[in-house]
């Protein structure tokens, strides 16, 4: 074949690849379908009751979900920092279930379980279901993997409902787009309201998701009528969220909303004094350790050019080129993983560049700004802006990781659609011939999974010497030291709760509220960084502790270096801790001087006649 005639094939099959067509249900897709479950049960059983911290911010989670359990009232008597949609909804759970552990399990997992589902139909929608299901298979390795960051017990329950809804409305917005009737949109808009309730960020990418799916669906049908039927049908959505936020304000105004509970509002204490380091640890500005998803960009592009150079020759080449591609692959990753450092970092890092970049987020605006471009210019279909859409909303529900997307951390409650689109771009550069398309999608969906899989299988924590810290809320596996020291704490707790006695935990570890069943003695519950502004909020808060009185804190050595001010007392809240020091005095340790690991130390209340 000619080079002019594979030009023009060329052309005819871009159309193709830019208009995606559903994947038809058959025996291959439901048998995809039903491997996901088998994934998600094999994992939850697998690291069952090993996820999360009790002494971080899952205990934060636990506790204000149980206290609104116990009718207290979100913000106004227990301090919170996200949206109020998903303690409320947990409460519902904690009543209906009981206020146990294992609800909280069941929750996340099956949020994972629902993200993985959505994600596996939004890549059918978009023509390829072995992207979606990649996509879903990463989601739910991360989901399960036992740290801080996962989904069945998380450092924010708003951030593991705010992935699930976002998975479901890109899914729904793809339907939409598809059909002129409604009800669709009337869904996608219930769905980007609870994402609002959940986390801000989420809710500004869901309805900025919405109201692009409302404005392609007008020019499609070239219907005002239809354009003015769906802002009826988001309006519901649109009302409940007003009314919620009114709810709101009411409790104690605007400022006490935003000032002494939205941590992340651009105003707020936590933001204008640890705003700038805590954005550059989640990878929105530019610095030396971002340089690496710079340069693993640029890697990538190299990459790409490579494959566009192939795509309009012969078959042979494009066979050569696919066979190179699948051997260089297999053997870098082999050896990433038998290698011991610095040569396995390397290759590491070979395969981070082109199958999970950090800089994915940056990569899928270029590719999303590529096709619109080139839908502009007349040179693509209408079928191309549905990528575009997705690309966009992708791009920026992940827009806080912007250059620091990886397969752990804050990033699995953001990057599921990010890889999906990742992906699709990915495939769109194969090839013109669409059997060879199949397989660079084969090859770029495994090289995907193989690199999140090896990342994440080398951070896995070794839980064979975990041993359970059981409470009557349930129950957590915790490594020895830890479960020895809690247990001291959680009996402590307890005792003076029989004596009508408050302990106060400074500065942070809630979970012993919740899992010795005691109630915290003020309206805020921790004290991390930004949390507690000077001056009113300050004093309320001693005033609270003065009218109770607490008699007793649990002082432990919790530090914070990601935000800058790693010591309680001595690099942030300084007044607040000064109080406590000339108020209490040191009663005894629970562990021996020295012991490495958390530990923390039962401070006393000074009588009034001594403070004289």
Known sequence: MSRTDLSATHSTERAALFSPIPVPWNRTTGVALVSLFVIWAGLFAATWASWGSVSVDCGRELYVSAALAQKQTLYRDVWYLYGPLGPYFNAFLFRIFGIRLEVFYWAGAVSALGSAIFLYLAGMRLSSWLAGWTTGTIVLIQAFVPSLFCFPLPYSIAAVYGCLIACLLLWLGLCSMESAKPVWVFAAGAAACAALLLKLEYGTACYAFLFLVILVRAFQHRSAKLLLFDFFAVLPGIITSVLVVGWMISLRGVDFITQENMMSWPTNYFMKTYGKVWLGFSGVTINDNKMVAIWSAVTLA???????????????????????????????????????????????????????????????????????????????????????????????????????????GYSIYYDGPLILSFLLLGQLLSPATIRFRAKWELLLCFGCLTTASMILAKQVPKTGDWIPLKSTRGTIRVPPALASRYSLALDFMKQRAVHGEYVLSVPEDTGLYFLSETLCPSRVLEFTPGVLAPGKMTQELIGELESKPVQYLLWSNRTFPEFGAPIFGTDYDQFFAGYLRTHYRPLRSLTPPGTKGWSAVIWERIPSSELR
């Open 302 to 408: 190299i990459f790409v050019f490579l494959v566009y150079k192939v795509r309009y020759r012969s078959d042979r080449i494009q066979r050569y080129f696919f066979l190179i591609s699948v051997a260089f692959t297999t053997l870098v990753a082999f050896l990433a993983g038998v290698l011991s450092n610095p040569v396995s970092f390397w290759l590491e890092t070979v395969l981070r560049a082109l199958f999970f970049p950090r800089a994915m987020v940056l990569l899928v605006v270029l590719g999303g700004g590529a096709i619109v471009l080139l839908f502009w210019r007349r040179k693509l279909p209408q079928g191309a802006i549905r990528l575009v859409i997705v690309c966009a909303f992708s791009a920026l529900l992940a827009s806080r990781l912007f250059l620091n997307i990886h397969p752990a």
